[in-house]
């Protein structure tokens, strides 16, 4: 299940925000939220979405928190992505190896983002290590916030490729 409190878009100003958002638990686990987002803020400059750089002045993101859970030897966010390719029929390949490669020239575009902000960021959870043995519990662990300006500009040293590094080395 999922819930949605709130969503504002003016897409003449490129402005989007949401608020409240709640994603449950796949089936087969416990607990009722897997992920959930006070409140998110983005700003796009509507015109650069034509152009070869996208600017994107604003990304705040306030109050998220994952529920990670591994039960059985399945871990909650793996039988999520599942479940989503069994609904939207998504073409996932048997074998990784086998995944076509990527066409060069649909690298997509740059992205600069100005100010990237990321509060209040916890995560909770439940990890049975062992069959049969009680789970190890992770009561909302608190992640540092992330603030960082100009990600992907040709005046900063932070391309797109090292903020996300960033972002994953602070996560994990």
Known sequence: PTELAGVNISPFSGAATISEFR???PEGFDGEVLFSLDAADV???PASLLGDTVQVPKVHIDGAHLTVAFENGKLNLKKL???IQERT???ATEDPEET???DADASGKNVVIDDLRITNTTVSGSVALLPGQPPVKIDNLKIDDIEKQGIGSDSSDDKHEDAE????????
């Open 43 to 45: 700003q796009v400059v």
């Open 100 to 102: 076509p490669p990527a």
């Open 165 to 172: 590094g960033q972002i994953n080395d602070t996560i994990m």
């Open 23 to 25: 994603l449950g638990q």
């Open 81 to 83: 992505m599942e479940q």
């Open 89 to 91: 029929g998504g073409g």
